[in-house]
């Protein structure tokens, strides 16, 4: 990665300091724009996860299980288990599937249960880039949900711009800017020209003043 994190940490520095401290906590996000991608190619869109090192908001992890699997989730402190009924419910409820994908930023799924997945849950998970994550045999669950629970997602399908939240202004801004740095990392390693392809990157509080980032 081209980029120091010193650089990185001076201008999450900056962007903390043009918001006023407020009645809530503020996210912290980073804003890219990319250039010279042709979207119009699958192969040139980007869905993938990143596990930063500095977890900073539990993300909400379902898992879809029955059996002994379920019950490890849910031993696991997976945020909600469903099993093959509760799937089922879905199949002539598209505005209950719709809240189901809008609250959970992970799924999680036994194997054999994906095609059930497909046909209950496939129309608003899919269009998200929430399709489930098969769960290995014999993985350990609880490591899992532990790491989703850390996970960002890249999702770069129809429009050039990108935004995610990376940590909150009160985080050191060294931590910030280490998450910042592992998912320029990742886009470089996806992106053909790697940074070229990023035209802007730039740090933003959520009642601040964007910041840019010097690649």
């Not at 009645?23 to 869905?47: A, C």
């Not at 990143?50 to 696991?76: D, H, M, Q, S």
């Not at 036994?110 to 209950?120: C, D, F, N, R, S």
């Not at 509080?205 to 840019?212: D, F, N």
Request: aromatic fraction near 4%; hydrophobic fraction near 40%; proline fraction near 6%.
């Amino acid at each position: 990665m081209s980029v120091s994190k010193e650089a990185v940490t001076e201008a999450v520095e900056k962007a903390k300091g043009t918001s006023k401290k407020r009645m809530f906590k503020q996210s912290v996000d980073l804003v890219l724009s990319l250039h010279d991608v042709d979207l119009k190619k699958p192969e040139n869109r980007i869905n993938e996860l990143v596990e930063i090192p500095n977890a900073f908001r539990k993300k909400k992890v379902c898992v879809v299980a029955t059996g002994e699997l379920a019950l490890k989730a849910e031993k696991a402190g997976a945020d909600r288990v469903l099993g093959k009924e509760g799937l089922e419910a879905f199949l002539n409820d598209k505005k209950s599937a719709k809240k189901l994908a809008d609250e959970f930023d992970f799924f999680l799924a036994e194997a054999p249960l994906m095609p059930l997945i497909g046909k209950t849950l496939g129309t608003v998970l899919g269009p998200a880039g929430k399709m489930p994550t098969p769960i290995p045999p014999r993985a350990p669950v609880k490591e899992l949900i532990e790491k989703y629970g850390k996970m960002i997602q890249i999702r770069v399908w129809n429009q050039l711009n990108f935004q995610t939240s990376i940590g909150t202004e009160d985080m050191p801004s060294e931590k910030i800017a280490e998450n910042i740095i592992s998912v320029l990392a990742k886009l470089e390693e996806k992106l053909k020209k790697g940074t070229r392809n990023i035209r802007s990157a730039k740090i933003k509080v959520t009642m601040g003043k964007p910041v840019e980032i010097k690649l």
